[in-house]
């Protein structure tokens, strides 16, 4: 989204501390792993990303964190109106570097040109990317469905199985 301070984001510090991509005051870093990070976020800042959603449906999105603090909190908004995730935890990853991701399954999105706005309840941590998956994975009928490709949405929504852990390990 465009727009600066207060329009596209909200950033405490006044320059951008990873001095990469972007002249404005948004923390950005190269990612060694490849690509970019958003980083140094605190309590307080916030990021909006214009989404155009194909489909009204349930989703499950995915925020790949990275940090070396053991309190830190995000909330996913859409339209600056509605609670997406509610307060989710962001786990100490170990090393800033090291990403992990924090999941929301089951969140609804209409169809149509949004905003997603991306909250920082609690610093510090960056992250890389927001993933967004559809829940219901449709596949064309005839065709090949292969067993593997069942909907997502964890136990009970897209699968039951009778154990706890996934014996092949794939």
């Known amino acids: 989204i465009t ?18 991509l972007r002249g404005d005051s948004v923390d950005i870093r190269n990612n060694p792993k490849g ?11 916030w990021f909006k990303y214009n989404v155009s959603i194909k489909e009204t449906g349930l989703y499950n999105v995915q925020l790949n964190t990275a940090t070396t603090f053991n309190s830190a909190k ?7 109106e509605t609670d997406l995730t509610g307060v989710l935890d962001v786990p100490n990853t170990g090393d800033w570097n090291n990403w992990q991701p ?3 399954e089951g969140i609804k999105l209409p169809e149509g040109e949004h905003t997603i706005k991306v909250e920082i ?8 990317s927001l993933d ?9 009928v005839p065709g090949i469905i292969e067993a593997e490709e069942y909907n997502l949405g964890g136990e009970g ?13 794939k």
Do not use: C, M
């Open 132 to 140: 967004f998956s559809s829940f219901d994975i449709h596949k064309p």
């Open 3 to 20: 727009g600066g301070e207060g329009v596209a984001y909200h950033e405490t510090t006044e320059e951008n501390i990873g001095g990469v």
């Open 102 to 104: 924090v999941i929301k």
């Open 121 to 128: 309840v609690e610093g510090e941590f960056d992250f890389n």
């Open 74 to 80: 995000v909330r996913l908004w859409l339209d600056d």
């Open 35 to 45: 690509g970019t990070a958003v980083g140094w976020n605190q309590t307080g800042e």
């Open 157 to 169: 929504v897209g699968y039951h199985d009778n154990t706890v852990e996934n014996s092949g390990d």
